[in-house]
């Protein structure tokens, strides 16, 4: 399908051509280990152990491709699943990476717990300072990571500006693209190398699968990760393709809500005399929201907010929330809350991502925003 069609159109159809065989119009579930071979390498369309490929993981991997602006895009059993990959392709023992000091739990815990171990240095860096990303290379460094919006504190990184520095030090630049999803931005057209995704989040937008994806625009590393794809074989399965598939059709206007939702919600909670601080990008005290409006289509559906009286005051309004529901992940339709300090982000503790306390991380789902006003306001107590 041309890349020329809006992103709206090529959600649902990019990779998902009408079936040879029946005619359906949605790529069937390819739920099989092997395929028949027409003599000895006399493969069907490329198709000999689904570890490799399966037809309906080729299908999610188009759509993909197709919706961030890449040359090709790979599915992974999880978001960790894809880093993992990604950062065994990219780099070998004695390289160092620079991370944001505003990242997910689980990818400090990586660099931390597991490539640390491996040989791999990190450094960590405040991502929304140009300079301060400057001044953490290191002749050795070989990938700079980038989250915008970050998980879970909502900061915002210049991606076209940080992509010159990668450029100049002649690093590899990786997003994570997971909060804003490609609907709202596309990094690979800001210069980043490659795109990372838990698809269990928006992509997939209803909390009934785990997946994860990367993107790239470079052949020549496009076939390196497919490689370590295959070998490596954390691949998704194909009921989880079809699931990611099918949330990807609905994403735009999924988006849509999310954003109208959380700006609500974003302005309810500044003007709540027990909310000390908002953290989301679309307000304009927000330090990064001039380059949010600049790079990104809106705003996004994740919104953060620190709660007068500490770390138990956050809990408290934790435990007290009824429609928002108690619980990690994001992305979904549903509306969730964590406290990030005690769920998504303790591994981080003690280090320099230890997230505040008093920090409590909503994901805005597609409900009726009166109903999710009334009971943030009720919670807050």
Request: include cysteine; charged fraction near 20%; hydrophobic fraction near 40%.
């Amino acid at each position: 399908m041309s890349d020329q069609h809006s992103f709206e159109t090529l959600a649902i159809h990019a990779g998902n051509t009408a079936d040879p065989l029946t005619g359906a119009v949605v790529p069937p579930i390819y739920q099989v280990s092997t395929y028949k071979q027409d003599g000895v390498g006399g493969l069907r369309g490329g198709y000999e152990y689904s570890r490799s490929a399966n037809p309906t993981r080729t299908a999610l991997e188009e759509n993909l491709a197709a919706l961030e602006g890449g040359r090709r895009g790979l599915a992974f059993a999880s978001g960790l699943a894809a880093e993992d990959c990604l950062l065994r392709t990219l780099l070998t023992p004695g390289d160092h990476v620079v991370i944001p000091n505003d990242a997910y739990g689980g990818t400090f815990r990586l660099f931390a717990k597991v490539v640390s171990r491996w040989g791999v240095e990190f450094s960590v860096a405040d991502t929304s300072d140009v300079d301060a990303v400057r001044a953490a290379l290191t002749p050795r460094t070989k990938v700079i990571w980038v989250e915008t919006p970050s998980n879970p504190l909502l900061g915002i990184t210049d991606i076209a500006a940080v992509a010159g520095v990668a450029r100049q030090a002649g690093a590899r630049l990786v997003v994570d693209n997971t909060f804003a999803s490609p609907y709202l931005q596309q990094p690979l057209a800001l210069g980043a190398d490659v795109v990372v995704h838990s698809t269990t989040k928006y992509m997939g937008g209803h909390s009934d699968v785990v997946g994860g994806a990367l993107v790239t625009g470079d052949p020549q590393l496009a076939e390196e990760l497919a490689y370590h794809q295959n070998a490596m074989g954390a691949v998704a399965g194909p009921f989880d393709a079809w699931l990611v598939l099918r949330g990807i059709k609905t994403l735009a206007v999924r988006m849509d809500r999310h954003n109208e939702n959380a700006a609500k919600v974003a302005d309810l909670l500044t003007r709540h005399p027990k909310v000390t601080q908002v953290l989301y990008p679309g307000l304009p005290e927000h330090p990064g929201h001039e380059i949010a409006a600049k790079q990104m289509r809106a705003f996004g559906g994740m919104v953060s907010f620190r709660v007068a009286g500490g770390e138990e005051a956050a809990v408290r309004v934790c435990d007290r929330a009824k429609l928002f529901t108690l619980g990690e992940s994001l992305g979904g339709v549903e509306s969730l809350l964590e406290h990030p300090g005690r769920m998504t982000h303790a591994s981080a503790a003690g280090s320099p991502l230890e997230v505040p306390g008093d920090l409590v991380r909503l994901s805005v789902g597609i409900e009726n925003a009166d109903d999710l006003l009334a009971d943030l306001t009720q919670a807050l107590g």
